[in-house]
């Protein structure tokens, strides 16, 4: 490990700890900034910045995709309920046939929707095919589900025990006890839990939660998410520090997930926003900047689900 992955850590570890979010953080996963990865509690290497895909058209998910893995993005978050697979398939197919990445080098996660857990191996299938991909990287079921969400789970480490999925994870649980509902009756630790988190819902209680099974924090709505972008990029103390920095109020959000130790998954549809959005690897927040970054909280989300 580089001394400054070692001072990342460090720092994000204090940073949560100051914030009050992590008691221990025996088990949270250490994020590599040279290497832009993180190592999952399965063994897999993520991609810590990627690219998401939710309410993007099929052809408009093929060209960001492709616009994604041109600009450096390695990672690309997509659903079955967005409708949009098969264009992240053929905007990561005309990328290799570019020769700018090879498959193995970019890490895909999709979703497994609430109305297929019922039928998870199917669903599993549908997407592999959707995609036009051997195996996924990553599944998460898309909400929890306590009627079935168990059954969908144990369909998904089926398909990590035949090597069609890598990892395996969960989305939009917001309470501990209904995660570990879910993993007291499974056998994999998930992987990644994505939840709506950003600067005004930071996350902290489930982040604490999460890191004693080494499951790593991925934020959804990571900029507030379409149409609520202005409050977080209007934010005085937000506008302020990009100023400070010669950045966008974009590239110092994504920043601070990235320093907080969260995989950070901004949306977009426009390729110089795209080029923007990966484009933060050249500043760091401070302690003071990310400590006021941190004094944002207030339990704010904008999505009502
Ligand atoms: N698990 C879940 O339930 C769930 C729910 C929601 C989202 N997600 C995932 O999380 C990802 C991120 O969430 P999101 O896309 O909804 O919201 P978001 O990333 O918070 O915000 C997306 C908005 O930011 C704008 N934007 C992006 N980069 C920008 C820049 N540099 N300057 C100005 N505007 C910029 C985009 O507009 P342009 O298109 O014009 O760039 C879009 O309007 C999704 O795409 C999806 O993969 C998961």
């Known amino acids: 490990m580089s001394k400054k992955t070692i001072l990342s850590a460090a720092f994000v570890m204090c940073v949560l700890i100051s914030a009050g979010s992590v008691s221990a953080a025996e088990g949270y996963p250490v994020f590599d900034f040279e290497q832009k990865t993180v190592r999952l509690n399965s063994g897999y290497d993520m991609p810590i910045l990627g690219l998401g895909m939710f309410a993007l058209s099929d052809s408009q998910a ?18 079955r309920i967005y409708g949009n697979e098969t264009g992240v398939g053929r905007g990561l197919r005309r990328a290799i046939s570019e020769g ?75 309470e501990p006890e209904d995660f570990d509902r879910l993993v007291n009756q499974t056998t994999i630790r998930p992987a990644l839990l994505q939840n709506e988190t950003h600067p005004y819902h930071q996350s902290g209680v489930m982040k604490d939660h999460i890191a004693r099974y080494g499951t790593v924090m991925e934020s959804w709505f990571p900029l507030g998410g379409r149409g609520n972008t202005q409050t977080l990029f209007n934010d005085p103390t937000i506008s302020s520090i990009a100023a400070a920095h010669g950045k966008s109020s974009a590239q110092v959000i994504i920043r601070w997930h990235l320093q907080a130790g969260n995989i950070c998954i901004p949306g977009s549809s426009n390729e110089q926003h795209i080029i923007e959005d990966h484009d933060v690897w050249d500043f760091e927040l401070s302690g003071e900047e990310m400590a006021e970054m941190t004094a944002l909280e207030r339990d704010r989300r904008f999505a009502d689900y």
């Open 62 to 79: 093929e060209n960001s995709t492709y616009w994604a893995l041109k600009a450096g993005f390695r990672l690309i978050d997509t659903a």
């Open 100 to 174: 700018i990445v090879t498959r193995e080098e970019v890490f895909i996660t999709t979703k497994m929707w609430t109305s297929d857990f019922g039928n998870g191996d199917a669903a599993v299938d549908a997407s592999l095919s959707r995609l036009g991909v051997d195996y996924i990287d990553l599944m998460i079921l898309h909400h929890s589900q306590p009627s079935n969400d168990v059954q969908a789970y144990q369909a998904m480490e089926r398909a990590v025990a035949k090597g069609k999925l890598r990892s395996i994870g969960l989305s939009n649980f917001y």
